[in-house]
């Protein structure tokens, strides 16, 4: 039973984290590439209240990278797959599924129930909406973008710069290792966040092509 | 001595990861700079995001902010996917 399995988690996790883990409500929005890398890894490290919003279904164009897309699962709405499947691992969960996209009209409404958003969408329009509100509503936001080889991600907390990374139009276009990488390092800033060990206003990036993580203090 | 690190796409693109340069007295001259040594187009860098010690050039006065020597440049080809 993954309740057992979670006490292995305590060679990263600190039993206070494990505390917060329990209480803290998520909210990941967008379950393609990033989000569903990153709702079964939320699952995975204990995390007991999380909900997925993706107004979108699966697609063939989505195989090659997302984690819940397969065969079974093409054309049912995202959100619903992703929480059924996290309800595969862990039963007990309080997962929920919205299947709606985020817009300006509904965002304060929806996000106002959680106390840290993932940035998992794929475009820039909805990032910036994300960042905006999260800002408005004091809700920290991890972000991430991801392109090839080549993304970057942050936690965002009253510091706004995503206008400034999207003056203009961003390229977009992924396999799986980047957004399965990426995401990766979304968990371990969400981690970091739990133990206050984040650093604010750092910008990471990732380039796989050389294996690296570089980092900007902005 | 200003140093200027490219990322992403521009890594990709040019020689080096990492250049210096001395003497340029603002965004716009440095940019001139790194297209000689680095063979990415001028063009193609003023589309890149420009971080100044930090602070986003757009935060500051775009391609006119000033430099003194000892800047930290990055220049960012930022992604937007999900």
Request: proline share 3%; glycine share 8%; charged share 20%.
């Given at each position: 039973?993954l309740?057992?399995?979670?006490?292995?988690?305590?060679?990263?996790?600190?039993?206070?984290?494990?505390?917060?883990?329990?209480?803290?409500?998520?909210?990941?929005?967008?379950?393609?590439?990033?989000g569903?890398?990153?709702?079964?890894?939320?699952?995975?490290?204990?995390?007991?209240?999380?909900?997925?919003i993706?107004?979108?279904?699966?697609?063939?164009?989505?195989?090659n990278?997302?984690?819940?897309?397969?065969?079974?699962?093409?054309?049912?709405?995202?959100?619903?797959?992703?929480?059924?499947?996290?309800?595969?691992?862990y039963?007990?969960?309080?997962?929920?599924?919205?299947?709606?996209?985020?817009?300006?009209?509904?965002?304060?409404?929806?996000?106002?129930?959680?106390?840290i958003?993932?940035d998992c969408?794929?475009?820039?329009?909805?990032?910036?909406?994300?960042?905006?509100?999260?800002?408005?509503?004091?809700?920290?936001?991890?972000?991430?973008?991801?392109?090839?080889?080549?993304?970057?991600?942050?936690?965002?907390?009253?510091?706004k710069?995503?206008?400034?990374?999207?003056?203009?139009?961003a390229?977009?276009?992924?396999?799986?290792?980047?957004?399965?990488v990426?995401?990766?390092?979304q968990?371990?800033?969400?981690?970091?966040?739990?133990h206050?060990?984040?650093?604010?206003n750092?910008?990471?990036?990732?380039?796989?092509?050389?294996m690296q993580?570089?980092?900007?203090?902005? | 001595?200003i140093?200027?690190?490219?990322?992403?796409?521009?890594?990709?693109?040019?020689?080096?990861?990492?250049?210096?340069?001395?003497?340029?007295?603002d965004?716009?001259h440095?940019?001139?700079?790194?297209?000689?040594?680095?063979?990415?187009?001028?063009k193609?860098?003023k589309?890149?995001?420009?971080?100044?010690?930090?602070?986003?050039?757009?935060q500051?006065?775009?391609?006119?902010?000033?430099?003194?020597?000892?800047?930290?440049?990055?220049?960012?080809?930022?992604?937007?996917?999900?």
């Amino acid at each position: 039973m993954l309740i057992d399995a979670l006490s292995i988690n305590t060679c990263i996790l600190s039993p206070e984290a494990i505390e917060e883990l329990n209480k803290i409500r998520i909210l990941v929005v967008g379950v393609g590439g990033l989000g569903g890398f990153v709702a079964q890894g939320l699952v995975r490290l204990g995390a007991q209240n999380i909900t997925v919003i993706d107004g979108d279904v699966f697609s063939d164009t989505n195989l090659n990278r997302q984690f819940f897309c397969n065969s079974e699962t093409m054309g049912r709405q995202k959100a619903v797959v992703a929480v059924e499947e996290m309800l595969k691992v862990y039963p007990q969960g309080n997962y929920k599924a919205i299947t709606e996209f985020i817009t300006d009209k509904n965002a304060a409404l929806i996000m106002k129930d959680y106390d840290i958003v993932f940035d998992c969408g794929d475009n820039i329009k909805l990032k910036l909406l994300l960042e905006d509100f999260c800002i408005k509503l004091g809700i920290p936001l991890i972000h991430a973008g991801v392109n090839a080889n080549y993304g970057q991600l942050a936690i965002i907390e009253n510091k706004k710069i995503l206008p400034s990374l999207y003056r203009r139009e961003a390229k977009n276009r992924n396999a799986v290792i980047l957004p399965q990488v990426t995401s990766g390092l979304q968990l371990n800033l969400f981690v970091q966040y739990l133990h206050k060990k984040h650093k604010k206003n750092k910008l990471y990036l990732i380039d796989l092509d050389a294996m690296q993580i570089s980092d900007i203090n902005y | 001595m200003i140093t200027v690190s490219l990322y992403g796409l521009y890594r990709l693109k040019a020689t080096d990861a990492k250049y210096e340069f001395e003497g340029a007295k603002d965004v716009k001259h440095l940019l001139t700079m790194v297209e000689q040594a680095s063979g990415i187009p001028y063009k193609e860098l003023k589309q890149a995001v420009i971080f100044v010690n930090g602070s986003p050039i757009d935060q500051l006065d775009m391609f006119s902010t000033k430099l003194h020597g000892g800047e930290v440049i990055s220049i960012v080809s930022p992604a937007s996917g999900g």
